[in-house]
């Protein structure tokens, strides 16, 4: 069956840091592109960023780059987003897929940047 399961999510003040997992399971995870989208209250869903089955290409949104770090460990099938300097604008739920279109994705996991 094929799964995501994404957390580390929480309440942060700005300027914090959280670290987000997604475990994989289901797929072939070490071959896969695997992303990070999110979406706000009311919004679309937005790319944050995207990590091929190497880790040797990444690509980031402009708007997370040189906060935010993507990446892997493909023997436990886990994908991971270091989120530093958060920002108000960074509160969002956020998914994790093997597609930059979002689908499939996980549930999610809420993240809230205070100001």
């Known amino acids: 069956e094929f799964r995501m399961v994404e957390s580390g999510g929480g309440l942060v003040q700005t300027a914090g840091s959280l670290r987000l997992s997604c475990a994989a399971s289901g797929f072939t995870f070490s071959a896969a592109y695997m992303t990070w989208l999110r979406q706000a209250a009311g919004q679309g869903l937005e790319w944050v960023a995207t990590i091929s089955p190497s880790g040797g290409d990444i690509f980031y949104n402009d708007s997370v780059k040189g906060r935010f770090t993507i990446s892997r460990d493909n023997a436990k099938a886990t994908l991971y987003l270091q989120m530093n300097s958060l920002k108000p604008e960074d509160t969002a739920v956020y998914y994790c897929?093997?597609?930059?279109?979002?689908?499939?994705r996980g549930q999610g996991t809420q993240v809230t940047v205070s100001s």
């Open positions: 897929s093997t597609s930059r279109g979002g689908s499939p």
